[in-house]
């Protein structure tokens, strides 16, 4: 009985080495910007959350694939895609955090975090909290190790983290037209003065131009660039929101990092800040 259980142990710690090795030979882990749980782009920011927790443990993360560096993009089977998950459970939330590589294969699965929280967002970021324990006891830091840029070329297999379109409704069949009828029209429509529509304006309107946004402490601006929006601060550039996908901003500076989106005519960042655990919203009014 001894010797059966000093095997079973034996092999739990095997097992837990080698997934800790496996992750110290990843470079960077990619974050989605929707989990399959959740309706929006990080809604209740699980997204932000997991992001954050990841670079709190000194992973280079990043939130969403949009935000990924051209040469990160070259190496992209050096880096892994975290994935947060959620299991049936009765009168509790339990979730738990997969990682899996460029090819899609799995390389590590935490155990579910739980919380019995009635609150949506208390009860996600509790149950991530708990979930990330798994990964913060394994202590990364990266070996070093580097696949080729034609190696990872070759096995790399864009996971396929948005949600499924909805789909569309079926349109009911067009009657047919007979041959008689059509040509009855047709007789009718050369006869009438067809009226000209007016020109479209095509003079852009004022909703529509780009404007800047400045936060209500006045330290930073966001003018409008390429693919988004650059950050300045003191007149200095220092990161930029890029569009993703889904319709929000993947929002990376030398200070902080977050999500973006415009609600209200405000632009709003819901940022990370070194040193504090929950997301702060940042409000930028427009520029006048």
Known sequence: MRTLN????????????????????????????????????????????THFLFEKEGFKAYLGEESLPDNLRNRRCNGLTARVVKENAFLATKLAIELT???????????????????????????????????????????????????????????????????????????????????????EVDNTQVEQPDPIDQTPQASEIPVSYVNTAGEYELRPATGGYELYSAGKKIGEARLSSQGSYLVNSSEFSGIGYLRNNEFIIERKIKGVEELVEMRFEKKQ
């Open 101 to 187: 590589d460029c090819k899609g294969q799995m390389i590590y699965r935490t155990p579910p975090g739980k919380s019995k929280s009635k609150q949506f967002k208390t009860a996600y970021h509790e149950a991530i909290r708990q979930a990330f324990q798994a990964i913060s006891a394994r202590n990364y830091q990266y070996s070093g190790k580097s696949m080729t840029e034609t190696s990872a070329k070759a096995n790399y297999t864009p996971s396929q983290s948005k949600p499924a379109a909805p789909e569309q409704p079926t349109m009911p069949d067009e009657p047919v037209m007979s041959s008689e009828v059509a040509q009855k029209v047709i007789t």
């Open 6 to 49: 000093f095997v079973l142990v034996f092999v739990g710690l095997t097992v837990w080495t080698i997934q800790g090795q496996n992750l110290n030979d990843y470079e960077f882990v990619v974050v989605p910007t929707q989990f399959g749980f959740t309706s929006s782009p990080d809604a209740f920011q699980v997204n932000s959350l």
